[in-house]
């Protein structure tokens, strides 16, 4: 396992973003396959696992890699304490928001306030994970370790999210079936 490890890292360390977005693709297709499992799908939706594999590669990879390896890590360069409360809070309460918007937006063809009204249901769920995770990585973590910790925790909260969505999907297909099923 450990060798597994060590060549992740060392292809990590030579290619970050590639291997980011690689490794967030396949962790965001995973998480979509076994949601889609889990809601009871019948068939797999392959729209589904397009559009959220594609968030994973072209967006959320490329994103929190610019944004963690460079953005914050300059911009907060604080010692100790201080530099990591910064971190967070500028995170959680500045990033978290547009990044998770931006998600929203994207999976719901770019319908601006019905992504607005699903925006605190989704900061709460962020909210119960991923600050104690945030502040994990900041403590032990490097910034380019940091995304194998983040691979877990990413594909813990890549569940969540792709289980709210195909939940969704299956409940509209549901009501249409019930509608349908009236006349």
């Keep these: 396992m450990s060798s597994v490890v060590d060549q992740y890292l060392a292809v990590l360390n030579a290619h970050p973003l590639k291997t980011k977005m690689v490794t967030q693709g396949l962790q965001m297709l995973l998480a979509d396959l076994i949601s889609q499992q889990v809601s009871g799908n019948k068939k797999i939706n392959l729209n589904s696992l ?3 594999t594609f968030w994973g590669v072209a967006i959320s990879a490329p994103v929190g890699h610019y944004y963690y390896a460079h953005f914050l890590t300059q ?3 604080y010692p100790g304490a201080k530099g990591i409360i910064a971190k967070l809070l500028f995170d959680q309460l500045v990033f978290a928001p547009i990044i998770c918007y931006v998600f ?3 999976m719901n063809g770019f319908k601006l306030k ?4 699903k925006l605190p249901k989704l900061m709460l769920a962020n909210w119960k994970l991923w600050p104690m995770c945030t502040i994990l990585q900041l403590l032990f ?3 380019h370790t940091a995304t194998i910790f983040g691979v877990f925790v990413g594909f813990i909260w890549g569940l969540y ?3 709210t969505e ?3 999907q299956n409940q509209g297909k549901s009501n249409k079936q019930d509608t349908d099923n009236k006349v």
């Design 50 to 52: 397009f559009k959220m």
């Design 75 to 77: 911009s907060f360069n």
């Design 104 to 106: 929203l937006n994207y």
């Design 114 to 117: 019905e992504s607005l009204k």
């Design 141 to 143: 973590f490097g910034v």
């Design 161 to 163: 999210l792709t289980f």
């Design 166 to 168: 195909n939940k969704k």
